[in-house]
């Protein structure tokens, strides 16, 4: 793989492959036929209907769409993003979160259900900080979060650590909620 100019990497139960530069695309070519030419030698079938390919090269991903495979003699889907190791993958000059929003969403559950408890408000904000703010940052530095899914989950934890009333302001009782007390 690397005399062909290409790097292969194994995270997790995935194979991937990549080349940089100006003959990015023939080293990739090149690379990916060896892939599927190896797992074949080892006795795998290719499931090309499970396999992917991405560039970050608008006329590459175009090719790549057209490119008939000889390991499976098909082409093979071509993304610009995609759900990746617990995260989202995104390629392209569009960014999208998917995965994170749905965490988010998960979180904004999760405050509310803490809201419920008969914990005092300094306890339901350790158990926010603790559950819910991990499980929805957990992947946000490969994808943006929506704004509007954010100040909904800030507003939940408003509601969820201080007491309600009509001239609440979600970003001091969040801000005040976090610290520490003595």
Not at 72 to 78: C, G, H, L, M, S
Not at 134 to 155: F, I, L, Q, W
Request: charged fraction near 20%; charge should be positive; aromatic fraction near 6%.
């Amino acid at each position: 793989m690397l005399t062909l100019g290409a790097m292969p990497r194994v995270p997790a139960d995935e194979l991937l492959v990549y080349a940089l530069g100006e003959d990015h695309e023939r080293v990739f070519r090149e690379a990916y036929d060896a892939t599927h030419d190896y797992l074949q030698h080892l006795g795998a079938r290719m499931a090309h209907s499970k396999s992917y390919t991405f560039s970050t090269v608008r006329q590459t991903r175009r090719k790549l769409r057209q490119h008939l495979w000889r390991g499976v003699n098909a082409t093979i889907k071509v993304v610009s993003n995609v759900r990746d190791l617990g995260s989202h993958l995104n390629v392209a000059s569009g960014m999208f979160g998917t995965t994170i929003n749905g965490r988010i969403n998960e979180a904004i559950e999760t405050i509310k259900r803490i809201a419920h408890t008969p914990y005092d408000y300094a306890k339901k904000a350790m158990l926010i900080r603790t559950n819910a703010h991990a499980k929805a940052s957990y992947g946000v530095e490969a994808a943006p979060a929506c704004d509007a899914h954010m100040a909904h989950c800030t507003s939940a934890v408003a509601g969820a650590i201080a007491p309600s009333c009509k001239q609440a302001s979600n970003a001091i009782t969040t801000a005040v909620g976090q610290r520490p007390r003595p």
